[in-house]
């Protein structure tokens, strides 16, 4: 049924109630109208909310509506509800500070968008004889104090199960004899419903339940619960005690010394704490998440077992496309890491991390994972809808893409050391780099046409920036962010010139925002973003890079970046780079030399300049720092830093010092494309390369990937130097394999198998490297 227009007022209780209050509205039925053929509830809240209809939940959606830009989207959910309504029907609703009033950022300050809750709903109800009875929120609702009595997304939830309001959601509740405290009235508050914006990305749901692996006492006596992964969630659990006995559960990622490891946390509380009644209680706290493997608990009544409790997995509710698994254990675990990396920083919206006080939508994380995250899962809404807030944003600051969205920094004060910047190379690139890895994955050019305006608007800004001689060298940088080499304290001081980096991505911008005017069939815009790129890449040749070939800083991210964004003019300059950062691996023993920027793209460009052996050798290193040493010392996700804790256990100094930051599991797109051998020749995978490149360390990989047109399958094994491969393509689509040193192939859809032969020397040659 179409719906009938907004008629529902925002409103807030009248009376505090702790920061978590309920509302209610109970109605009848309209008479005379027949059976309902169809009832449908809108909802959404200043703050986050869930919502019952005669006291069932309307759907699985927790901490809706999330965090978007609410100055300019507030987004709405819609439930069917036609099982739930009957002759009486409540609407109730929980509200909880949520990203709204709770606190952002690492300043300490919250009300960023307001200081008052509130709910915005309306329930529609169809009857088959097509009347429509609306039941909306406006001040004839009752509001009135719930069990939580503190909640905040960093600092975690209080819930007091002596404050319970049974049957508060259903017909009939009796406010007098509930034993839960007054009740109020409600008022409204100014909203303008221009903002409302009908959800392109998915809910956050429960997703999944992980038991304790182990209970033991710390050194210093406390209770403490391993669950045998880093993940995003809260505990729940069934108990009974004395009335007002307290158990108290904290939460860290990792322990040191035996105990929990909460000074990365920074000012995070990461706490949850439950009041029992006396009787049996259920405790869940919805109203806050946390990052977390490990739980210590206290004053929990008689003992507490395997079987005590259980963590609720939280995240948006994506379907995974993307599978990759080989002969390599620690790959294997490497790549699981990534995927619950993945898993626990793509709640709502592409965060950093999930665990201390930050957890934000920061640019430049995602600019590099984007493609890694749309091959494991189908992320074409999710960041659709992230998208659209870049653009308000970016639209409301004059065409300043920021360094996170939604930019809760820009409510916050601005540290000394972070100058702010005009634009940030690589973090402003999510509005050109993002969409146009949606388009490569999905093949749909309404990302394209959505964030048109956005991907010119930054180019064109960037192009303001540019000094006389062409580049981008101006003004504060990340750069080649958390470089190893560089001071923990000092994490933008990195080996690559922050110049080089900020040209070559200022290169390939300019040089996709010219591919999308072409293909929308915006000429003019394609030439002169065509000739921009053509001034950049000309102008990064003639200062940057030295007759011999050699780039400005030396160093493997520079090298990286030139190959894999196509800056270099030919195939001399393409094989001198490969052979200088081939070099440069191998003189630094393997071992990870690059940070954000140069990591998402070394890989490939070792592969794509002849050079698979060092990129294998560079994966496969776990001496710190590489990818495989966190593996080595027990991580189930990535690291923010190659050196997160150190070998001897402890924890590194750096104030920044996440267990769960996805950016450097990029290179799962170099194992996807690289060793999987998936790639794709046109967008949304409409055609297919095929190109698994072996290398010792790998005797066998399996690969998948669901396609907008089926799915695509690969496995290779290496047998005394034969290659077996087999193929699975999609009918209708075409593929092109390539097997090493070969021509490719063009096949159809259907299963494939081909056989090939690397030469043991070449083997040995990569094995004694």
Not at 239 to 262: F, K, N, P, W
Not at 357 to 382: H, N, Q, S
Request: net charge negative.
């Amino acid at each position: 049924m179409p719906l009938a227009p907004w008629h529902a007022a925002m409103i807030t209780p009248d009376a505090e109630f702790d920061g978590a209050p309920l509302l209610r509205k109970e109605f009848q039925a309209a008479e005379g109208h027949g059976p309902v053929a169809k009832a449908t509830l809108r909802a959404t809240a200043f703050g986050v909310y869930e919502a019952f209809i005669n006291g069932i939940p309307v759907g699985e959606d927790v901490l809706s509506p999330g965090w978007s830009s609410y100055e300019w989207r507030l987004r709405y959910r819609s439930y069917d509800v036609t099982s739930l309504v009957g002759p009486s029907t409540v609407i109730g609703v929980e509200l909880g500070n949520g990203w709204y009033r709770g606190r952002l950022a690492w300043h300490g300050m919250s009300n960023l968008y307001g200081s008052e809750l509130g709910f915005f709903g309306q329930l529609d109800v169809e009857f088959e004889d097509g009347y429509v009875q609306s039941v909306a929120t406006d001040s004839t609702w009752q509001s009135g104090p719930s069990a939580t009595t503190a909640n905040d997304l960093y600092d975690g939830q209080t819930i007091d199960a002596r404050r319970n309001q049974q049957g508060w959601a259903q017909p009939n509740f009796d406010a007098g004899t509930s034993g839960g405290g007054a009740w109020a009235g409600v008022h409204e508050l100014e909203f303008d419903a221009g903002r409302l914006a009908e959800p392109v990305g998915p809910p956050v749901v429960r997703t999944a339940v992980v038991r304790p692996v182990e209970i033991f006492t710390s050194p210093s006596g406390k209770m403490l619960v391993d669950f045998g992964q880093n993940l995003v969630g809260w505990l729940r659990f069934t108990v009974q005690g004395a009335a007002g006995e307290t158990i108290t559960v904290r939460h860290a990622e990792v322990l040191e010394d035996g105990e929990l490891g909460v000074r990365p946390l920074r000012s995070a509380k990461v706490t949850d704490t439950f009041i029992l009644s006396g009787g049996e209680d259920f405790f869940e706290p919805t109203k806050t998440f946390h990052g977390f493997r490990y739980a210590e608990i206290s004053g929990w009544p008689g003992a507490l077992t395997q079987e005590s409790l259980e963590a609720v997995v939280v995240h948006s509710e994506l379907e995974r496309t993307g599978t990759f698994e080989c002969s390599n254990e620690l790959v294997n675990q490497l790549h699981r890491n990534i995927v619950w990396g993945f898993r626990g920083n793509f709640l709502d919206l592409p965060t950093d991390c999930p665990q201390r006080d930050e957890r934000l939508g920061w640019t430049g994380d995602i600019a590099v994972f984007a493609p890694t995250a749309a091959f494991l899962y189908d992320v074409k809404g999710f960041l659709q809808d992230w998208l659209l807030d870049l653009a308000a944003e970016q639209k409301a600051a004059d065409g300043l893409v920021p360094i996170t969205v939604p930019d809760a920094l820009k409510y916050c004060p601005q540290p000394p050391e972070f100058p702010k910047p005009e634009s940030s190379a690589l973090w402003s690139e999510a509005s050109v780099w993002v969409p146009w890895a949606l388009w490569e994955a999905y093949g749909d050019d309404t990302v394209l046409k959505n964030q048109y305006e956005s991907m010119t608007s930054h180019t064109r800004r960037v192009e303001g920036l540019l000094s006389s001689t062409g580049l981008w060298d101006t003004g504060f940088q990340f750069g080649d962010w958390l470089d190893p080499d560089a001071d923990p304290d000092k994490p933008w001081d990195a080996k690559a010139d922050a110049g080089v980096v900020a040209t070559t991505c200022m290169f390939r911008t300019a040089s996709i925002t010219a591919q999308t005017a072409r293909l929308l069939g915006h000429h003019d815009d394609a030439e002169y973003f065509e000739q921009l790129a053509a001034r950049v890449q000309a102008s990064f040749l003639e200062h940057y890079v030295a007759a011999d070939g050699t780039i400005r800083s030396d160093c493997t991210t520079v090298y990286a970046l030139a190959i894999a964004f196509g800056i270099l003019p030919g195939p001399e300059h393409v094989d001198f780079a490969g052979e200088r950062l081939a070099e440069l691996v191998r003189k630094n023993n393997y071992r990870v030399s690059t940070g954000f920027a140069g990591t998402p793209f070394i890989t490939g460009a070792l592969t794509d300049s002849g050079h698979s052996e060092e990129a294998y050798r560079l994966l496969l290193e776990d001496g710190c720092p590489s990818w495989l040493y966190p593996v080595t010392m027990g991580a189930t996700t990535v690291w923010e830093r190659w050196d997160s804790m150190l070998p001897d256990g402890t924890i590194n100094k750096g104030e920044m010092t996440s267990f769960n930051h996805y950016a450097l599991g990029a290179v799962a797109d170099w194992l996807h494309k690289g060793v999987g051998g998936i790639s794709p020749l046109a967008p949304g995978y409409s055609k297919i390369r095929i190109a698994p490149v072996p290398g010792v360390g790998i005797d066998w990989a399996r690969t998948s990937l669901k396609t907008p047109h089926g799915t695509v399958r690969v496995e290779w094994k290496l047998d005394d130097g034969a290659l077996h491969l087999e193929v699975t393509v999609p009918e209708g689509v075409e593929a092109d394999v390539v097997l090493p040193g070969g021509e490719p192939r063009s096949v159809g859809g259907g299963t494939h198998r081909f056989e090939g032969y690397i030469a043991a020397s070449e083997l040995d040659r990569q094995g004694s490297r």
